[in-house]
């Protein structure tokens, strides 16, 4: 069963910065679309950021100009830069990604288990 590992979540003050890593546990032949969602307590999940295998990426606009998304294609990884924290990015944060198993699967949806970022002074 592959599973999504994240790393790098944490406490920060605001203003400061995290930087979170996604990256599959076992090999895979190939990975589409690479996200971030997060859920604050009491709220709905909500993107923060995706970016295609092959293109622009979009984010929230609560976190645009502060927040980046990157990729590591030949690692199969990606990574949520996070600058100017402020105290309402507080939330569990977690990755999904869309990706093919074998060379004969079908693409499938994979989610993390979340990382917590907490932004507080």
């Known amino acids: 069963q592959v599973q999504l590992v994240e790393s790098g979540g944490g406490l920060a003050q605001p203003g400061g910065s995290l930087r979170l890593s996604c990256t599959p546990s076992?090999?895979?032949?190939?990975?589409?679309?690479m996200g971030w969602y997060r859920q604050a307590p009491g709220k709905e999940r909500e993107l923060v950021a995706r970016i295609p295998s092959d293109g622009s990426p979009d984010y929230a606009d609560s976190v645009k100009g502060r927040f980046t998304i990157s990729r590591d294609n030949a690692k199969k990884t990606a990574y949520l830069q996070m600058n100017s924290l402020k105290p309402e990015d507080t939330a569990v944060y977690y990755c999904?990604?869309?990706?093919?198993?074998?060379?004969?699967?079908?693409?499938?949806?994979?989610w993390g288990q979340g990382t917590q970022v907490t932004v507080s002074s």
């Open positions: 999904t990604a869309r990706l093919r198993r074998y060379s004969f699967s079908t693409l499938d949806d994979y």
């Open positions: 076992r090999s895979i032949f190939s990975v589409n679309d």
